[in-house]
């Protein structure tokens, strides 16, 4: 089942953050878009590249007025001692959640039942909680953190600018489409 236009449940959890543990819920979310960015687990060999990549983004995702949250189900304290001895976790600003017991992963339907990890799950969540953008990936094909920006800025346009939609390839400055059924079959 596809979770795109559902609003996310309620959850709460505690994230590493620049140095500190921080509480986050639902709550913190209202009026901002979001990015959960679930991968399996710390001290892996395929998630520090995408978590680096993605750190490599945030500020200009701030820019935009989205806020990062990677998950997996691991404990806010493995995330900090993984950030701490990581040079790639290392360049992390972005939150880092914890969630031991699988109620995030599981609310976004990417738990890996049985062996208690999180499928590689994106999801922008829009500044009304609901979800506008979600993929998912297997465990060995990491995410391209530049193209989950290009998605970002369509979703962004398109809530903008309503009765507006963005092609294939859409670059922010592109012209975008208007549906109608003078359109039909000429595209």
């Known amino acids: 089942m596809s979770l795109v236009g559902t609003t996310i449940k309620p959850f709460s959890s505690t994230a590493y953050l620049q140095g500190k543990f921080v509480d986050v819920s639902d709550a913190d979310l209202k009026g901002k878009w979001a990015v959960f960015f679930f991968y399996p687990a710390d001290f892996t060999f395929v998630c520090p590249t995408e978590l680096e990549d993605l750190a490599d983004k945030y500020e200009e ?4 007025g989205v ?12 995330h900090k001692a993984w950030h701490d001895s990581s040079p790639a976790i290392g360049k992390i600003n972005y939150y880092m ?23 590689r799950g994106t999801f922008v969540v829009d500044p009304d909680g609901v979800i506008q953008v979600m993929e998912t990936t297997c465990e060995g094909v990491g ?3 530049e193209e989950l920006v ?18 294939a390839k859409w670059e ?8 109608s059924i003078d359109l039909v079959g000429k595209i």
């Open 97 to 119: 959640l914890g969630d031991p017991t699988g109620t995030i992963t599981r609310n976004f339907e990417v738990m890996r039942e049985g062996q208690g990890l999180a499928d």
């Open 67 to 78: 806020e990062v949250f990677s998950v997996s189900t691991d404990t806010h304290f493995s």
């Open 172 to 179: 922010q400055g592109a012209e975008t489409l208007a549906p």
């Open 61 to 64: 995702l701030k820019g935009l």
């Open 150 to 167: 290009r998605k970002i800025k369509a979703a962004i346009y398109v809530r903008e600018h309503p009765g507006q939609v963005c092609p």
């Open 143 to 145: 995410r391209n953190a």
